[in-house]
């Protein structure tokens, strides 16, 4: 779809094209206040907090409401963001890369091996991307709370684990992962069923680009459904992996509902969820909440600086256009 | 040719384990959920006794419930006409080989790699109106130092809905006709909802731009040019060539920015929650909040089912007419 095209001649007259300059300018401002108005009350003092200054640039610059948004203040009663932040981190990654990978087998089988049925099971899967959540929250619900009653036993035994005191956190830690309701690997589970759809259409879209002829010949050759996966397809597939991980990682990262749902313990909260609570308390100065968000939207917001190019052909490829 | 037949079980078996996954987490819950709907479970206790269609036909006659219908509206309607205005203007002024294009492409769009939940923390601190005593906050503080103080509103505060009086001319016109059930707040403009457009389109104009700039791209220089040699004027040529080819562009940005309107929660729930009298409520918020806080899970899913329904029409079109493109290509 993005072609690239010999610089058009500017058919437009001077006052004209400063016109577009300044409608883009204000535009841009538009969409940088909330940053700005981010990092000015981020990183303000609480003695400079004042609303009456709120829009001015800090005088002394203090790191203080990210300290305190970070861990959090025993004092005055809430819950720092940090052990949701590393929460997000042990979500987000593994449920990445899992759904990376089996978009990626489910996008060659239906690029590649189509079979009778799968013009039918490819959009049957796609509707899925699309559903309101909302309407399959209640049994999810019931079925993780079941998942949870049959893997009671694992996670009694790793807890029960006898280790050294020094690492005593460790199998808590492990139990959490184990998926079920109100677990981080609950919330994988679910993350990378809902993940299907899209990584199965990015990587469908991604292969079908690929010619045939390449799997043809390598079908003459001798190899096999799998062998042509790992020698032909697969290290064709950097970009399309690049694509789904930045897709998948973002919106896992920044899913809010399903972390509501799933996870009622603070201790194993996402950072969407936590963040939601902080903010909802009344207690929590703005300048606080204002670091608490810059933190919450950092990793997100890092990737797109960095890797801004694949996020663009991710947010297409969303749209259905490949 | 025996390799090619293993070859073929194996590639069923490869996508099994996600064709099951997808049948059970989303055919299959879909179809419990609109089961659910026909019970009357209403505790934590599932109570599978049938009752038909009850809780659907209470539903539409519920307060809370036919605000939120009103809510989904204002805020769809308005959603739209903003990120799809919004992002064409921007799509096209960027297109015209400005300087600074990738700075301009980059800041329009980075609010989509944002969760809705950040967006609704900022977005009510900006709009946050402020009080008698402190004075006003964020973006109405903005207006008076900018001497526009006039522009001053309680912004999503403020419980005021756009509607038609029923002691207006109009409202008395359309009683005489039978349609006085319009003169009706329930039929307005929730004002606070707009809060929640800004915000909303804040966040997804970009991505409209997007869609718009990768289609403007894809028109050839030659159809402008045949048309300006023919005489056309630079708006004859957006008005009568470029807005009729960017067609399909514009319905896939309807399609999906629509679904996410109407299932949209995360915002609500971290911008304004229920809002005053229920103006910013949604279906998907009523949704949760009945089913997971009130425990009322038959009410729960005969909404959830709504919304489904209201999506499905909207989808369903699009995922074949999609599928019908790529045979024909």
């Known amino acids: 779809m993005t072609a690239s095209r010999l610089p058009r001649p500017s058919r437009l007259f001077r006052p004209q094209r400063l016109l577009i300059y300044l409608i883009l300018i204000l535009a841009a401002a538009f969409f940088l206040l909330p940053v700005y108005v981010l990092l000015i009350t981020g990183l303000k003092s609480f003695q400079e907090v004042n609303l009456a200054t709120m829009w001015a640039w800090p005088r002394n610059l203090s790191l203080a409401s990210f300290a305190k948004a970070w861990n959090g203040s025993q004092a005055e009663g809430f819950r720092g963001l940090s052990g949701s932040f590393l929460n997000s981190i042990y979500l987000t990654v593994p449920a990445t890369l899992i759904s990376a990978m089996l978009g990626s087998i489910n996008g060659y089988v239906l690029a590649k091996w189509r079979f009778r049925g799968s013009d039918v099971l490819f959009p049957a899967m796609l509707f899925g991307m699309f559903i309101p959540y909302q309407s399959i929250l209640i049994p999810l619900v019931q079925v993780l709370q079941r998942i949870g009653q049959i893997t009671k036993p694992l996670s009694a035994t790793l807890l029960a684990l006898a280790v050294p005191p020094a690492l005593a956190w460790f199998p808590p830690w492990l ?18 069923v809902y993940g299907i759809p899209i990584t199965t259409l990015i990587f469908r879209n991604y292969y079908a680009a690929i010619p045939t002829e390449l799997v043809e010949a390598a079908k003459i050759d001798g190899a096999g459904l799998l062998g042509i996966y790992r020698w032909v397809l697969f290290p064709l597939s950097m970009p399309g992996f690049v694509v789904v991980i930045i897709w998948q990682f973002t919106s896992i990262w920044n899913d809010f509902l399903f972390g509501l749902i799933v996870t009622s313990r603070p201790a194993v909260q996402p950072i969407t969820v936590a963040l939601n609570n902080l903010a909802g308390s009344y207690i929590v100065q703005w300048n606080v909440q204002m670091a608490g968000a810059l933190l919450a939207a950092l990793p997100t917001l890092l990737i797109y600086i960095v890797l801004g190019r694949f996020f663009m052909r991710g947010l297409l490829a969303g749209s259905l256009k490949g | 040719m025996r390799r090619l037949n293993r070859d073929r079980i194996l590639s069923i078996a490869l996508i099994t384990p996600s064709a099951v996954a997808i049948l059970v987490f989303v055919y299959g819950f879909i179809g419990f959920t609109g089961f659910a709907s026909l019970t009357q479970w209403d505790t934590l206790f599932p109570d599978y006794t049938f009752v038909g269609l009850r809780n659907y036909a209470k539903l539409f006659t519920i307060d809370r419930f036919q605000l939120d219908l009103r809510n989904t509206v204002t805020f769809t309607a308005f959603f739209l006409l903003a990120c799809l205005s919004v992002g ?188 005053p009298g229920f103006s910013t409520d949604v279906p998907a918020f009523y949704m949760f909040d009945t089913t997971f806080r009130g425990n009322h899970f038959a009410e729960g899913a005969g909404i959830a089912m709504i919304i489904l329904l209201v999506v499905a029409v909207l989808i369903i079109p699009y995922l074949i007419y999609s599928a019908r493109m790529e045979v024909q290509q």
């Open chain 1, 175 to 192: 139990a959490n992962f184990v998926p079920a309701y109100g677990t981080i690997g609950g919330l994988i589970l679910v993350h990378v």
């Open chain 2, 88 to 275: 064409f203007g921007l799509a096209v002024l960027i297109d015209q080989r400005i300087k600074g294009e990738g700075l301009f492409r980059g800041i329009f769009l980075f609010p989509m790699a944002i969760s809705f939940v950040v967006t609704g923390v900022v977005w009510r601190w900006l709009l946050a109106p402020g009080t008698e005593q402190t004075g006003s906050y964020g973006v109405n503080l903005l207006f008076e130092q900018a001497g526009l103080g006039f522009l001053r509103n309680g912004w999503y505060t403020a419980p005021i809905i756009w509607h038609i009086s029923s002691e207006s001319t109009l409202g008395i016109l359309l009683q005489s006709i039978g349609l006085g059930f319009l003169a009706n707040s329930k039929f307005g403009i929730s004002w606070p909802m707009l809060s929640v457009v800004i915000a909303a389109t804040w966040q997804m104009s970009g991505y409209t731009m997007a869609m718009y700039l990768a289609g403007l791209r894809g028109i050839p220089d030659e159809l402008r040019e045949a048309a300006r040699v023919d005489g056309a004027s630079e708006f004859q040529i957006y008005r009568y060539i470029i807005v009729p080819l960017l067609t399909p562009i514009t319905l896939s940005a309807v399609i999906i920015l629509g679904h996410i309107s109407l299932k949209i929660f995360d915002l609500v729930v971290a911008m304004t929650g229920s809002g």
